[in-house]
Every structure is written in structure tokens, then in C-alpha cells.
């Protein structure tokens, strides 16, 4: 993949789609996906979701949606969560052993925080190193799933690959 002159490879891998953003729309967004913020109360916060097409030349799903996250925080300790609601959580379980987590994201170069949490079945809550949003433009990242380079707290003390329907996505600053 060319991005701006760059070239992207990437090694072989079986990809499932966990939320497929063509079928949300504007009356279905706010029943599947919130934007729940968190951090210090008394910093200000907007949030929004919304699916968009793509407009990008550059993005992987060129004339398909996109999840748009628009935030803006006041300066102090401020985070933005995008977590399923309850009653789509149950869609949003992953089966099988997955070794990461990729995701498309068009930075704004905010140096802003990117990271994921995640729970496997015995409670224990994983949170892989964070990424910080240094480039402007499409980018492939990725959060590994295997809990080796992840803060652990909760649940047993050794991973057990199936995870529940509880991860989180987290964009923030401090």
C-alpha cells in the first residue's frame, strides 16, 4: 500500500471485522457506539460520533464509511472512551485466539493519546502500551492482543486468550 509516497507492507493475516461501519448509520450510531468521557470532571469536554464516507485517497476503504471521532478538551487530564452500548456489546465478542487489533486512524498530529482495554473471560483487564498521534493523514496502527506488552490488573494472574465483549478505545491528553 502507497500512502503519500510511502510504502506500507504488511505480512500475511486473516482479518475479521469487528463493526462494520456500513451498516450504522445516523439512527443506528447512538444504539451501537458512545463517546463517554472521562479524566478530571471539571475539564471541559464536546464529543461526537458519526459515520461518514470516506474522503480520503489514501484511506482503505475509499468510497466506504468511516467511524468520524470528533473531540475537543480544555487543557488538564481529559479522555474520550468509545465503548459499545449495552445492549451491543454481546455483538462485539471476539471468538478465538486474536494476536492484535489494527485500526485505520487519521491522525491530526495533537500528539494525543490513543489506547485500548481489554478483558479476558476471567476479568482480567489489559491495557497494551499506548500510541501517540504524531502523524497527520491515514496511518495503520496496531495493539497487540496477547497481553506481553500490556499493564495487567484484575481477574487471574496469566492470560487466557478469549475475550469478553469489554474493550474499550480511549483518545486523551493529559
Known amino acids: 500500500m502507497t500512502e503519500g509516497g510511502n510504502q506500507h507492507t504488511f505480512p500475511p493475516q486473516k482479518f475479521k471485522a ?7 448509520g ?8 458512545q463517546a463517554v468521557p472521562g479524566g478530571d470532571a471539571k475539564v471541559r469536554s464536546q464529543q461526537s460520533l458519526a459515520v461518514i464516507p470516506s474522503a480520503s485517497r489514501y484511506a482503505p476503504t475509499v468510497g466506504r464509511k468511516v467511524l468520524k471521532i470528533t473531540y475537543r478538551f480544555q487543557a488538564g487530564w481529559k479522555y474520550l472512551h468509545l465503548l459499545p452500548t449495552p445492549q451491543y456489546q454481546s455483538r462485539l465478542k471476539i471468538q478465538g485466539q ?3 487489533l ?15 482495554r481489554y478483558q479476558d473471560k476471567t476479568g482480567q483487564i489489559f491495557q497494551p502500551k499506548s500510541q501517540t498521534i504524531t502523524w497527520k493523514g491515514w496511518r ?13 490488573w484484575g481477574g487471574c494472574s496469566r492470560w487466557d486468550c478469549s475475550l469478553s465483549h469489554s474493550a474499550q478505545f480511549s483518545a486523551g491528553h493529559r
Not at 495503520?140 to 495487567?152: C, P, Q
Open 18 to 24: 469487528v463493526i462494520n461501519f456500513a451498516n450504522l
Open 26 to 33: 445516523a439512527n443506528t450510531m447512538g444504539q451501537a457506539l
Open 98 to 100: 486474536p494476536q492484535s
Open 102 to 116: 489494527g485500526l485505520w486512524i487519521n491522525g491530526d498530529g495533537s500528539s494525543n493519546q490513543m489506547s485500548l
Open 140 to 152: 495503520y496502527i496496531t495493539f497487540a492482543l496477547d497481553g506481553k506488552d500490556a499493564t495487567v
